[in-house]
């Protein structure tokens, strides 16, 4: 079995699952099929913290699959833009996992993650599997991946 370290960017799969489907991503699903042939080593997911009881609950039943759920404060800027990336940390957290497993597996489509990708292939052998919705995942991401699974209904609640 090949070991694999998961990175899901929370917000957005929620934001790309709703604008592609109108549908919540199945994580349950998802943890199904990838743990059926692979040892999970590390599984995390990324979130934003907010006083909301939805977000608890939804929260509550990632860390019941299995992911250790990380969150960073939501952050309201007086000009009423908000902040909340987990760009750096996801980065931080695949770097420390590269050398310890065979694949990373990323839920994302964002394209920054790109050179991520290819610096854990070139300076650790590690191949990646990157999850997103097709249609708005980036194309130098699923370019930079070893492989690319488009998210459809068979991932979607």
């Known amino acids: 079995m090949k070991k694999i370290a998961i990175f899901v960017d929370v917000q957005n ?3 790309t699952t ?3 489907f109108s549908k919540q991503f199945n994580y349950r699903k998802l943890w199904q099929l990838l743990s059926e ?3 999970i080593i590390l599984a995390n997911a990324y979130a934003i913290q907010r006083s909301d009881d939805q977000q608890h609950k939804f929260q509550k039943a990632l860390k019941h699959i299995g992911f ?3 969150l960073k404060p939501f952050i309201q800027r007086s000009d009423g833009s908000a902040k909340g990336d987990w760009d750096v940390g996801i980065t931080i ?3 420390e996992a590269a050398p310890e497993v065979d694949e990373v597996i990323l839920l994302s ?9 290819r610096k854990i292939k070139s300076s650790y052998q590690v191949a990646s599997h990157v999850y ?3 249609q708005l995942t980036a194309n130098s991401l699923i370019m930079a991946a070893d492989t690319f699974t488009a998210i459809d ?3 979607l609640l």
């Open 132 to 134: 997103g919705v097709q």
């Open 37 to 39: 042939e692979n040892e």
């Open 13 to 15: 799969i929620y934001y």
């Open 93 to 95: 957290d695949v770097m």
């Open 153 to 155: 209904d068979n991932l």
């Open 109 to 117: 489509g964002d394209g920054d993650f790109d050179l991520l990708l």
């Open 68 to 70: 250790n759920v990380k």
């Open 18 to 20: 709703r604008d592609g």
